[in-house]
């Protein structure tokens, strides 16, 4: 009988049952394809499709949320990555959800304040069970606060150790390494072993998983690589053979070249070794890449503009996320020619210098921009970059093998380097924030109350946060589109319908009936929804307040104008009767003039005493709210002595 | 007396909705409506209702106003008798004169009555008269200098605030709180101008001021044969600057309270031989004494909420009563079940001190329906809001067998609405009826004073609408930007 941890189960006793398994247990790392291949943009209604099919297929674990998928959620689907997590639990039960989390920098690319992580975790572990935590210098105690809430709350903590090759790379730091882990967490763990830039051989691999398992026989190990040369189903294959339980792979309808290897590849190949993989279901696994086949289409913008696997990571070693990213720089800074040199000589030694410490998140940002920096400029480390300065001051953790040369501080430091790095060095203390001052600073910028998850999210990325919760507002939940309209380029064509099921379930449809493009640069567009014409104005940004409706002036401000001698209409109507001429004298009460509004007589009184500098209207004029009426040159206390 | 012969038309002397509820009431009844019109009225839905239009003028609001146009109008189609409505000509008493004089029926009181009671010196003299309790008062000021020194004195013998009321006002208009003496002269001359301009009257007397008294009202209908009934009481506290916005069947008040109230209604139009609708005020000071305030001559805005919990039809009443019919309805007959709240959905902007919108153009329309809800309402999509004429939308009534069931009735009705295009008083009634001052219904005329906070609130989409949104400005941007 097939083993089956579902959410809620007890980790010891999932440990226990994992351990006892003579099979290997499969992830399927949805997000992590999202983010090497497509730029982080498959949206939720894509997973929501295949969730029935990701659900019977009897995976470990999805991999769903975390990395940058937090921010990229509220910043470019406008997604609440909570709901997110809700919605795709009520659709997929009985499936463990796993997440990749940046220890200290959380989802971010900083440090984040303890009180901040430890309840970002909390939060977060009410949607995810398994937790891959790491450090970009695998330094352990940058990863002890959320070790420590993952445990508390119960779920799987994955601790990892990253992987990359090099002299200092050897089995012997490895296994220190884990031993360093262990020492805080206690036995009942999943060792991530994180190949994130798919470097080293098969061979390599099953080595280093081997040494592990001698020194630590209990250990279950999580090989997790990438597939950027072509080989990690071959290293896949050397870890199981050498031990690792659970390996990482993704839906082949929707794999490239940067991110995981397809899934249903590595389990035939391991089938027909005599590796069963556990409670995995076949055909659940070819019917969600039946259903993705249709997707995939509308996501090939995002898709990187160089097709092709990319041996020569094992030179440059930049992560399966961050190539994609790096071709699109690349065009678009105009320097394409010369990505060659970047990647296979400047980025290598570059590497080198700085400690060849892990390329991955936030360390392989790091490196690349330095690369680059150099490379365009000539010059090297003097344009040093604050996050390449914090590298330098060991302020994300120590070097783990050895310090930079001192000229390269020198350069990045000026001539006093030695004070700056003997003043400076160290980690990062956060303070803790005052949560409950963020919390008032959030619901002033909503205008509402905001919950505890609202707030988790404003942490993480303030801005972002409350610009998404204004979109959710505005426009409602708009996850139920379809890629195909939600990336839409060009518009839609007349009479196009777009039908959806919005997040109650009711059916909607929305039809395109006409676009007038006026005058003033406006677009006026009407729909038909639900068979009601609609219609929906849309003004020019950049023209706001020239060609776009003129803005009306507040009553406040109105009043405050008054305030400042600048008589203008309360109200749309006409001018009854003035009661006044230039250059007289008025107190403060003093009735002005008289608005006929509505059948109604509205005396308006001055609200400061002076003498009248100008009446702009005449009796019977009609006037619009905000027009000046008259003006009152305010009576200073010094002319009052006169 | 009995020789009247029946009615077989009916003239409409008005606009906007009351025009539609009237018409509604004389078809009901059997008989032809007509309707008038001014030109900027052309397309309102009122023309529609009716069974046949007459056009009186190029308008605005002047011929509406214009008696000899309106008799003419009534002639013209052969009406034999005319209904005002409220507002415009409704307690003109030279209108049904006219009216009487050209042999037309005026379906409501006599001019002479109209003539009396719409002075509010004489009404007050009555009501004294019958024995009702009145709020000290001034008497008309005379002009110049002496009415000056007149309110002067009368200010520093009752103190402040009084009020300043025009002769001629009536339904909130013509009627200033003032607060100081210093304000009092230079708001004399203001309401006296106003007054002149809105009712051709520039008298003024003055009120002892009764701070956020309860506004309460009793709905009467009187017969030619001296029958006179009372309908029980509404609530009328919630207002802004003296204009009603959301009125209340029945009273509120204790039983008892309002009992003694209703029969002072009956006594007073005894006293004065009442004949057709009538609504007698009263405000109701926080130690529950009453006094008159005065007597509307004509049919009210909030007539429905009496009708809702009466089950009572008073526009149909109103014209068997004008062709010398026997009330049908005896007071033993007349029970209030249950109770009725109806809100004034009016195209302004209550953020900018209800603003009227005018001009702006009814995108969509989406009314509510099912159980106890009344609609009384000349909106439609493709409205225009007037700029000539009031802003009003839509009354919406809605009857609850108990208070709770009335006001939760309420907010769902609230929240199915859908006026898409001009601002409205919708997303402000929507707080309002979960304010728990509200809800429990315990309120007098300074509730919205004392809730700013309600205006603070939300104009809320229905969901749809909000996708259709981003929709179109993908389209208008040819890309989604909220993606990028």
Same mark, same amino acid.
């Given at each position: 009988?097939?083993?089956?941890?579902?959410?809620?189960?007890?980790?010891?006793?999932?440990?226990?049952?994992?351990?006892?398994?003579?099979?290997?247990?499969?992830?399927?790392?949805?997000?992590?394809?999202?983010?090497?291949?497509?730029?982080?943009?498959?949206?939720?209604?894509?997973?929501?499709?295949?969730?029935?099919?990701?659900?019977?297929?009897?995976?470990?674990?999805?991999?769903?949320?975390?990395?940058?998928?937090?921010?990229?959620?509220?910043?470019?689907?406008?997604?609440?990555?909570? %709901?997110?997590?809700?919605?795709?639990?009520?659709?997929? !039960?009985?499936?463990?959800?796993?997440?990749?989390?940046?220890?200290?920098?959380?989802?971010?690319?900083? !440090?984040?304040?303890?009180?901040?992580?430890?309840?970002?975790?909390?939060?977060?572990?009410?949607?995810?069970?398994?937790?891959?935590?790491?450090?970009?210098?695998?330094?352990?105690?940058?990863?002890?606060?959320?070790?420590?809430?993952?445990?508390?709350?119960?779920?799987?903590?994955?601790?990892?150790?990253?992987?990359?090759?090099?002299?200092?790379?050897?089995?012997?730091?490895?296994?220190?390494?884990?031993?360093?882990?262990?020492?805080?967490?206690?036995?009942?763990?999943?060792?991530?072993?994180?190949?994130?830039?798919?470097?080293?051989?098969?061979?390599?691999?099953?080595?280093?998983?081997?040494?592990?398992?001698?020194?630590?026989?209990?250990?279950?190990?999580?090989?997790?690589?990438?597939?950027?040369?072509?080989?990690?189903?071959?290293?896949?294959?050397?870890?199981?053979?050498?031990?690792?339980?659970?390996?990482?792979?993704?839906?082949?309808?929707?794999?490239?070249?940067?991110?995981?290897?397809?899934?249903?590849?590595?389990?035939?190949?391991?089938?027909?070794?005599?590796?069963?993989?556990?409670?995995?279901?076949?055909?659940?696994?070819?019917?969600?890449?039946?259903?993705?086949?249709?997707?995939?289409?509308?996501?090939?913008?995002?898709?990187?503009?160089?097709?092709?696997?990319? !041996?020569?990571?094992?030179?440059?070693?930049? !992560?399966?996320?961050?190539?994609?990213?790096?071709?699109?720089?690349?065009?678009?800074?105009?320097?394409?020619?010369?990505?060659?040199?970047?990647?296979?000589?400047?980025?290598?030694?570059?590497?080198?210098?700085?400690?060849?410490?892990?390329?991955?998140?936030?360390?392989?940002?790091?490196?690349?921009?330095?690369?680059?920096?150099?490379?365009?400029?000539?010059?090297?480390?003097?344009?040093?970059?604050?996050?390449?300065?914090?590298?330098?001051?060991?302020?994300?953790?120590?070097?783990?093998?050895?310090?930079?040369?001192?000229?390269?501080?020198?350069?990045?430091?000026?001539?006093?380097?030695?004070?700056?790095?003997?003043?400076?060095?160290?980690?990062?203390?956060?303070?803790?924030?005052?949560?409950?001052?963020?919390?008032?600073?959030?619901?002033?910028?909503?205008?509402?109350?905001?919950?505890?998850?609202?707030?988790?999210?404003?942490?993480?990325?303030?801005?972002?946060?409350?610009?998404?919760?204004?979109?959710?507002?505005?426009?409602?939940?708009?996850?139920?589109?379809?890629?195909?309209?939600?990336?839409?380029?060009?518009?839609?064509?007349?009479?196009?319908?777009?039908?959806?099921?919005?997040?109650?379930?009711?059916?909607?449809?929305?039809?395109?009936?006409?676009?007038? %493009?006026?005058?003033?640069?406006?677009?006026?567009?009407?729909?038909?929804?639900?068979?009601?014409? %609609?219609?929906?104005?849309?003004?020019?940004?950049?023209?706001?307040?020239?060609?776009?409706?003129?803005?009306?002036?507040?009553?406040?401000?109105?009043?405050?104008?008054?305030?400042?001698?600048?008589?203008?209409?309360?109200?749309?109507?006409?001018?009854?009767?003035?009661?006044?001429?230039?250059?007289?004298?008025?107190?403060?009460?003093?009735?002005?003039?008289? /608005?006929?509004?509505?059948?109604?007589?509205?005396?308006?009184?001055?609200?400061?005493?002076?003498?009248?500098?100008?009446?702009?209207?005449?009796?019977?004029?009609?006037?619009?709210?905000?027009?000046?009426?008259?003006?009152?040159?305010? /009576?200073?206390?010094?002319?009052?002595?006169? | 007396?009995?020789?009247?012969?029946?009615?077989?038309?009916?003239?409409?002397?008005?606009?906007?909705?009351?025009?539609?509820?009237?018409?509604? @009431?004389?078809?009901?009844?059997?008989?032809?409506?007509?309707?008038?019109?001014?030109?900027?009225?052309?397309?309102?839905?009122?023309?529609?209702?009716?069974?046949?239009?007459?056009?009186?003028?190029?308008?605005?609001?002047?011929? =509406?106003?214009?008696?000899?146009?309106?008799?003419?109008?009534?002639?013209?189609?052969?009406?034999?008798?005319?209904?005002?409505?409220?507002?415009?000509?409704?307690?003109?008493?030279?209108?049904?004169?006219?009216?009487?004089?050209?042999?037309?029926?005026?379906?409501?009181?006599?001019?002479?009555?109209?003539?009396?009671?719409?002075?509010?010196?004489?009404?007050?003299?009555?009501?004294?008269?019958?024995?009702?309790?009145?709020?000290?008062?001034?008497?008309?000021?005379?002009?110049?200098?002496?009415?000056?020194?007149?309110?002067?004195?009368?200010?520093?013998?009752?103190? =402040?605030?009084?009020?300043?009321?025009?002769?001629?006002?009536?339904?909130?208009?013509?009627?200033?709180?003032?607060?100081?003496?210093?304000?009092?002269?230079?708001?004399?001359?203001?309401?006296?101008?106003?007054?002149?301009?809105?009712?051709?009257? @520039?008298?003024?007397?003055?009120?002892?001021?009764? +701070?956020?008294?309860?506004?309460?009202?009793?709905?009467?209908?009187?017969?030619?044969?001296?029958?006179?009934?009372?309908?029980?009481?509404?609530?009328?506290?919630?207002?802004?600057?003296?204009?009603?916005?959301?009125?209340?069947?029945?009273?509120?008040?204790?039983?008892?309270?309002?009992?003694?109230?209703?029969?002072?209604?009956?006594?007073?139009?005894?006293?004065?031989?009442?004949?057709?609708?009538?609504?007698?005020?009263?405000?109701?000071?926080?130690?529950?004494?009453?006094?008159?305030?005065?007597?509307?001559?004509?049919?009210?805005?909030?007539?429905? +909420?009496?009708?809702?919990?009466? @089950?009572?039809?008073? +526009?149909?009443?109103?014209?068997?009563?004008?062709?010398?019919?026997?009330?049908?309805?005896?007071?033993?007959?007349?029970?209030?079940?249950?109770?009725?709240?109806?809100?004034?959905?009016?195209?302004?902007?209550?953020?900018?001190?209800?603003?009227?919108?005018?001009?702006?153009?009814?995108?969509?329309?989406?009314?509510?329906?099912?159980?106890?809800?009344?609609?009384?309402?000349?909106?439609?999509?493709? =409205?225009?809001?007037?700029?000539?004429?009031?802003?009003?939308?839509?009354?919406?009534?809605?009857?609850?067998?108990?208070?709770?069931?009335?006001?939760?009735?309420?907010?769902?009705?609230?929240?199915?609405?859908?006026?898409?295009?001009?601002?409205?008083?919708?997303?402000?009634?929507?707080?309002?009826?979960?304010?728990?001052?509200?809800?429990?219904?315990?309120?007098?005329? @300074?509730?919205?004073?004392?809730?700013?906070?309600?205006?603070?609130?939300?104009?809320?989409?229905?969901?749809?609408?909000?996708?259709?949104?981003?929709?179109?400005?993908?389209?208008?941007?040819?890309?989604?930007?909220?993606?990028?």
């Amino acid at each position: 009988m097939s083993i089956r941890i579902t959410p809620g189960s007890d980790v010891k006793e999932a440990l226990k049952a994992i351990r006892g398994s003579d099979s290997y247990f499969v992830t399927n790392t949805a997000r992590d394809l999202s983010q090497s291949d497509f730029k982080n943009r498959i949206l939720a209604h894509t997973d929501i499709l295949v969730a029935p099919e990701r659900e019977a297929a009897g995976y470990f674990s999805l991999e769903i949320t975390g990395g940058a998928s937090v921010h990229v959620d509220m910043l470019r689907k406008q997604i609440n990555p909570f %709901e997110r997590l809700q919605l795709l639990r009520s659709l997929m !039960p009985n499936t463990m959800f796993q997440t990749l989390c940046r220890g200290v920098n959380l989802f971010g690319y900083r !440090p984040y304040p303890e009180n901040v992580l430890r309840l970002t975790v909390k939060e977060f572990a009410k949607y995810v069970e398994v937790w891959r935590v790491f450090d970009f210098l695998n330094h352990v105690p940058n990863m002890i606060p959320v070790f420590e809430e993952v445990q508390r709350a119960g779920k799987f903590l994955e601790a990892t150790v990253c992987f990359s090759t090099g002299p200092e790379h050897t089995d012997e730091f490895y296994v220190k390494k884990v031993g360093e882990i262990l020492d805080v967490t206690g036995p009942d763990i999943l060792l991530a072993l994180k190949n994130h830039s798919g470097l080293g051989t098969p061979q390599r691999i099953g080595q280093l998983v081997s040494s592990l398992l001698d020194a630590y026989p209990d250990l279950i190990i999580h090989y997790h690589g990438h597939n950027t040369d072509g080989n990690d189903i071959g290293r896949i294959i050397a870890a199981v053979q050498a031990g690792a339980k659970i390996i990482d792979a993704a839906d082949h309808a929707m794999t490239g070249f940067f991110g995981p290897p397809p899934l249903l590849t590595v389990l035939d190949l391991l089938d027909d070794m005599g590796y069963k993989a556990e409670g995995i279901n076949r055909d659940a696994v070819i019917a969600t890449s039946d259903k993705l086949k249709q997707e995939r289409p509308a996501y090939a913008v995002f898709e990187s503009q160089f097709k092709g696997f990319d !041996p020569t990571v094992h030179t440059h070693k930049l !992560p399966g996320g961050a190539m994609g990213s790096s071709f699109e720089q690349a065009v678009k800074g105009g320097f394409l020619g010369r990505m060659n040199e970047i990647l296979m000589k400047e980025l290598p030694r570059v590497h080198k210098e700085l400690g060849n410490y892990w390329s991955v998140t936030p360390g392989s940002q790091i490196l690349w921009t330095t690369a680059v920096t150099h490379t365009l400029s000539g010059k090297r480390y003097v344009n040093a970059s604050e996050d390449l300065k914090r590298l330098l001051l060991e302020r994300y953790g120590p070097f783990p093998f050895y310090r930079p040369a001192d000229d390269i501080y020198e350069a990045a430091f000026g001539p006093d380097w030695k004070t700056i790095v003997e003043r400076d060095s160290g980690i990062e203390e956060c303070p803790p924030v005052d949560l409950e001052a963020e919390q008032a600073e959030l619901e002033k910028a909503l205008g509402r109350p905001a919950d505890i998850e609202e707030l988790v999210l404003y942490l993480q990325h303030p801005r972002d946060a409350v610009n998404f919760l204004k979109f959710e507002e505005e426009y409602g939940k708009t996850y139920v589109l379809p890629p195909s309209v939600w990336l839409r380029q060009g518009g839609f064509d007349a009479e196009e319908v777009v039908t959806f099921a919005d997040h109650t379930g009711k059916h909607h449809s929305i039809t395109f009936a006409s676009t007038q %493009e006026l005058q003033d640069g406006s677009q006026l567009n009407y729909l038909y929804v639900d068979h009601h014409l %609609e219609p929906f104005h849309h003004y020019p940004e950049a023209s706001q307040g020239q060609a776009g409706p003129k803005k009306e002036l507040t009553q406040a401000e109105i009043a405050s104008l008054a305030e400042m001698g600048e008589v203008r209409a309360p109200m749309t109507g006409v001018v009854a009767q003035i009661s006044l001429e230039v250059d007289q004298k008025i107190s403060e009460g003093d009735t002005l003039l008289v /608005l006929e509004a509505m059948k109604m007589l509205n005396s308006l009184d001055a609200a400061i005493a002076g003498v009248v500098s100008e009446v702009a209207v005449t009796e019977g004029q009609q006037v619009a709210k905000g027009d000046l009426l008259v003006r009152v040159r305010p /009576l200073r206390s010094k002319d009052a002595s006169e | 007396m009995n020789t009247i012969p029946p009615i077989e038309k009916v003239l409409v002397a008005n606009r906007g909705e009351i025009a539609i509820r009237l018409c509604r @009431g004389v078809q009901e009844e059997g008989k032809r409506a007509v309707a008038i019109y001014e030109s900027p009225d052309a397309e309102s839905r009122h023309l529609r209702i009716a069974d046949e239009a007459v056009w009186i003028g190029p308008g605005p609001r002047k011929d =509406y106003l214009d008696i000899d146009r309106i008799i003419w109008a009534a002639r013209k189609s052969g009406a034999q008798a005319v209904h005002p409505g409220y507002g415009f000509l409704a307690e003109n008493p030279q209108f049904a004169a006219a009216c009487e004089e050209a042999g037309l029926i005026f379906i409501g009181p006599s001019a002479a009555t109209i003539q009396d009671l719409g002075d509010k010196t004489i009404s007050r003299r009555l009501a004294e008269e019958a024995g009702l309790p009145t709020i000290p008062g001034s008497g008309i000021l005379p002009p110049g200098g002496d009415g000056k020194r007149a309110a002067v004195e009368f200010g520093a013998k009752y103190g =402040y605030p009084v009020m300043l009321k025009a002769v001629a006002g009536g339904g909130g208009r013509g009627i200033r709180k003032v607060d100081s003496e210093k304000e009092l002269l230079s708001q004399i001359e203001i309401a006296k101008n106003e007054a002149v301009s809105a009712f051709g009257d @520039g008298r003024l007397y003055l009120e002892k001021g009764i +701070v956020n008294p309860r506004h309460i009202e009793v709905q009467i209908l009187g017969d030619q044969h001296g029958n006179v009934i009372h309908m029980g009481g509404r609530n009328c506290s919630i207002q802004r600057r003296h204009q009603k916005l959301v009125e209340i069947a029945p009273s509120l008040l204790d039983p008892a309270l309002e009992e003694k109230i209703c029969q002072s209604a009956i006594q007073y139009a005894k006293h004065v031989g009442y004949v057709n609708a009538g609504t007698v005020e009263f405000l109701v000071d926080s130690d529950d004494s009453f006094y008159f305030l005065e007597i509307n001559t004509r049919l009210q805005v909030e007539h429905t +909420v009496t009708e809702v919990v009466t @089950g009572i039809d008073i +526009v149909r009443r109103m014209i068997r009563v004008a062709e010398g019919k026997k009330l049908d309805v005896t007071q033993d007959e007349v029970f209030c079940r249950g109770f009725a709240i109806e809100m004034r959905i009016n195209a302004e902007d209550p953020k900018q001190d209800f603003a009227p919108e005018s001009g702006k153009h009814v995108a969509v329309y989406n009314s509510p329906g099912g159980p106890g809800i009344r609609l009384d309402g000349m909106a439609y999509q493709g =409205y225009t809001i007037p700029t000539e004429y009031d802003s009003l939308l839509v009354k919406l009534t809605v009857y609850g067998f108990r208070w709770e069931e009335a006001v939760s009735r309420l907010s769902r009705a609230l929240k199915n609405y859908r006026i898409v295009g001009p601002k409205t008083t919708i997303p402000f009634y929507r707080k309002l009826v979960l304010e728990p001052e509200f809800a429990s219904g315990s309120f007098d005329t @300074g509730y919205l004073e004392r809730h700013p906070e309600l205006y603070d609130y939300s104009d809320q989409e229905a969901q749809e609408a909000k996708v259709a949104k981003l929709l179109s400005a993908i389209h208008y941007h040819g890309k989604n930007i909220f993606a990028e």
